[in-house]
């Protein structure tokens, strides 16, 4: 009976190979996976802040750490938290921060919005001096969808399909109480500048005087503002004028981007966060969880009955932590107790519109641009 074992022992020995062994498991052990996936937000500093590119980072694991694109499509997701007219909060899991930045520089610099250009003062007896006043109006949001309007060059003639031009003519009378002038007085004036250019004195008197623009047709004639008329945002305050004192003066606003001038931005503000993740490493009971509840200053967490007269710490609302770490300065024990994590994938976004675009529109806007952006190096690299 030994001897047929020994025998069926060699003969198996005989017969191994290495490619009978197992495959090596295509998933990272766990602490490597959480420095992969987690930042740690210690009471000191966060570390793991790091994103690992190398496709070959994990190799000896049988880990491919290389970008999948079906992977991508599979996991990315966009979740709309809020929205308004003016501001949204959204998620986008799924991605990494090269591409949330992305976003965020194109929402700044490179959608194009109207803003005023060029301001022609014909009297401005105000104590706000014409460098001023100009840039003031510059910074007034217009209400129009720019993709409506074209971009004007230095050698282009201002016209209805480049330019929209606005009055303001304000005057405060004489003995009466200070005036503050609002952009509410700035008229649209859908056939073009009413200011004349200085004519020669041989020019014909009796042809029509020429204007600083070029309009062939009004725009109010057509559809798109037929009902819906170019404004500017209103109740922003210009100027304010003293008795006796009087502006007057043309307004021309053009399509821009805001990397030439912050004013052709169409977001107040656009940024992104990694998302909290506030994780009790064990159970916080009775007086340690009022504790932790009262240190947090955004209410993070939550105390819930257990019955028998005990309570205990939960994480009620972990999207509302601010990293301020008050909840680790208890004591040092509380390092041990209490975890602060970001989700390196996973981030919230929001977008402040200035008021000329819806910010759904804006973000779809983007998407449109970095598209287009991928486009021209897959061009230029075939």
């Not at 003016?86 to 109207?114: K, Q």
């Not at 399509?255 to 030439?260: A, E, L, R």
């Not at 340690?288 to 993070?300: F, G, I, R, Y």
């Not at 107790?337 to 675009?357: N, Y």
Request: net charge negative; hydrophobic share 35%.
């Amino acid at each position: 009976m030994a001897e047929r074992e020994e025998t069926e022992k060699k003969k198996e020995a005989e017969s191994f190979s290495i490619w009978d062994l197992p495959d090596v498991p295509q998933k990272l052990p766990p602490h490597i996976e959480f420095q992969r996936t987690r930042v740690q937000c210690n009471l000191d500093a966060p570390i793991h802040t790091e994103n690992v590119m190398y496709s070959g980072a994990y190799a000896s694991m049988g880990v491919d750490n290389s970008l999948q694109l079906d992977h991508f499509c599979n996991n990315f997701r966009v979740e709309v938290i809020r929205l308004t007219k003016d501001d949204m909060e959204f998620d986008l899991i799924g991605i990494d921060a090269a591409i949330a930045n992305a976003f965020r520089r194109i929402l700044i610099a490179e959608l194009p919005t109207m803003a005023i250009e060029k301001v022609l003062i014909a009297n401005n007896t105000s104590v706000i001096q014409d460098e001023v006043l100009a840039h003031r109006l510059g910074l007034i949001p217009i209400i129009v969808d720019p993709r409506l309007f074209e971009y004007m060059s230095e050698n282009d003639t201002s016209n209805e399909k480049n330019t929209i031009v606005f009055k303001l003519h304000v005057l405060c009378e004489r003995g009466g109480p200070r005036l503050t002038v609002k952009t509410n007085e700035l008229k649209w004036l859908p056939n073009g500048s009413e200011l004349p250019l200085e004519t020669k004195p041989d020019s014909n008197p009796s042809s029509k005087p020429r204007t600083y623009t070029s309009f062939s047709s009004s725009q109010d004639l057509l559809p798109e503002f037929s009902n819906n008329p170019i404004r500017p945002m209103l109740d922003i305050t210009i100027a304010r004028l003293g008795p006796g004192q009087e502006i007057e003066l043309e307004a021309h606003a053009v399509k821009g981007i805001g990397k030439t001038h912050a004013k052709w931005s169409p977001v107040a503000t656009a940024w992104y966060r990694m998302l909290p993740e506030i994780v009790l490493l064990e159970d916080v009971e009775d007086e340690d969880a009022e504790k932790l509840v009262k240190t947090c200053p955004v209410n993070v967490f939550d105390i819930e009955d257990i019955g028998s007269g005990k309570k205990r710490a939960t994480v009620a609302r972990p999207r509302a932590c601010t990293l301020c770490r008050e909840c680790l300065r208890c004591g040092e024990e509380w390092e041990k107790r209490v975890s602060i994590r970001r989700v390196k994938d996973h981030f919230i976004f929001t977008i402040e519109s200035t008021g000329a675009l819806s910010p759904e529109t804006l973000f779809t806007e983007a998407v449109k641009i970095l598209e287009d952006k991928c486009e021209r190096v897959i061009t230029e690299l075939s």
